[in-house]
């Protein structure tokens, strides 16, 4: 059990804060949780290489990460959730990404890594997450149980999409919930993309969606099972 709080910190780093479990052995990860809670991290890092990352969240369950700021003033990506970092609270942070040149990088990126499994069941509630020339959230293969609720996702980028979501569960009694966020894209590409299976088993209502010049949701039709969007608000 780690209880982080209160610290800010400051660093030119590929990995400036690592928080992570044990992750040398599959489905090992930490069950008494992480609190990282009202913390302030700067990563100036400005390589591309080894793909930076200001805080690296992996493998921990029934945790916080709540009332924390992250600034990554170069390349790096503001935090990245991997390896069963699962059951956890991410609520009122502030992301901020200035440079992730890539579409493979966001402001949050989410993946599964190799050990561990998947990130799963959390709460991502009141967050403000920003990105120039990023994504603003970044999700690459299946989770189960997420919820996204009362966030602010905004991106100015040329590499698209506020969120690009992938293969979200194929469990219907698991579905991915976006509920009353608001989706800001002033740069190219959809507002919000659904690729691969990002679709299906997935509710997607009361948000607000603000387009430039792009499409408002994005994704491939022929996996849309159980898709449902209701009561949003489009404005291009």
Same mark, same amino acid.
């Given at each position: 059990?780690?209880?982080?709080?209160?610290?800010?910190?400051?660093?030119?780093?590929?990995?400036?804060?690592?928080?992570?479990?044990?992750?040398?052995?599959?489905?090992?990860?930490?069950?008494?949780?992480?609190?990282?809670?009202?913390?302030?991290?700067?990563?100036?890092?400005?390589?591309?290489?080894?793909?930076?990352?200001?805080?690296?969240?992996?493998?921990?369950?029934?945790? @916080?990460?709540?009332?924390?700021?992250?600034? @990554?003033?170069?390349?790096?990506?503001?935090?990245?959730?991997?390896?069963?970092?699962?059951?956890?609270?991410?609520?009122?942070?502030?992301?901020?990404?200035?440079?992730?040149?890539?579409?493979?990088?966001?402001?949050?990126?989410?993946?599964?890594?190799?050990?561990?499994?998947?990130?799963?069941?959390?709460?991502?509630?009141?967050?403000?997450?920003?990105?120039?020339?990023?994504?603003?959230?970044?999700?690459?293969?299946?989770?189960?149980?997420?919820?996204?609720?009362?966030?602010?996702?905004?991106?100015?980028?040329?590499?698209?999409?506020?969120?690009?979501?992938?293969?979200?569960?194929?469990?219907?009694?698991?579905?991915?919930?976006?509920?009353?966020?608001?989706?800001?894209?002033?740069?190219?590409?959809?507002?919000?993309?659904?690729?691969?299976?990002?679709?299906?088993?997935?509710?997607?209502?009361?948000?607000?969606?603000? @387009?430039?010049?792009?499409?408002?949701?994005?994704?491939?039709?022929?996996?849309?099972?159980?898709?449902?969007?209701?009561?949003?608000?489009?404005?291009?």
């Amino acid at each position: 059990y780690i209880t982080f709080t209160g610290n800010t910190v400051t660093g030119s780093d590929a990995r400036l804060a690592v928080f992570s479990g044990d992750a040398h052995t599959l489905n090992n990860c930490a069950i008494g949780g992480y609190t990282i809670n009202n913390n302030v991290f700067t990563d100036t890092i400005d390589v591309i290489a080894d793909n930076p990352v200001n805080v690296f969240l992996a493998c921990t369950q029934n945790g @916080s990460f709540n009332n924390n700021t992250v600034l @990554s003033t170069g390349e790096a990506t503001g935090t990245l959730v991997r390896d069963g970092w699962s059951h956890n609270s991410y609520s009122n942070n502030t992301i901020h990404v200035n440079k992730a040149v890539d579409d493979t990088r966001g402001a949050i990126a989410m993946v599964p890594g190799s050990i561990g499994g998947a990130p799963t069941y959390k709460t991502f509630s009141n967050n403000v997450v920003t990105a120039y020339n990023g994504k603003a959230h970044f999700h690459y293969l299946g989770t189960t149980g997420n919820v996204f609720q009362h966030n602010l996702f905004y991106t100015n980028s040329s590499v698209g999409d506020s969120i690009t979501y992938t293969t979200e569960t194929t469990d219907a009694g698991n579905i991915l919930i976006f509920d009353h966020n608001t989706f800001v894209n002033k740069g190219t590409g959809p507002v919000v993309n659904f690729i691969s299976d990002g679709l299906r088993n997935t509710n997607f209502h009361d948000n607000i969606l603000v @387009s430039a010049s792009g499409s408002m949701v994005a994704g491939n039709t022929a996996s849309r099972t159980l898709y449902t969007a209701n009561h949003n608000v489009y404005m291009n």
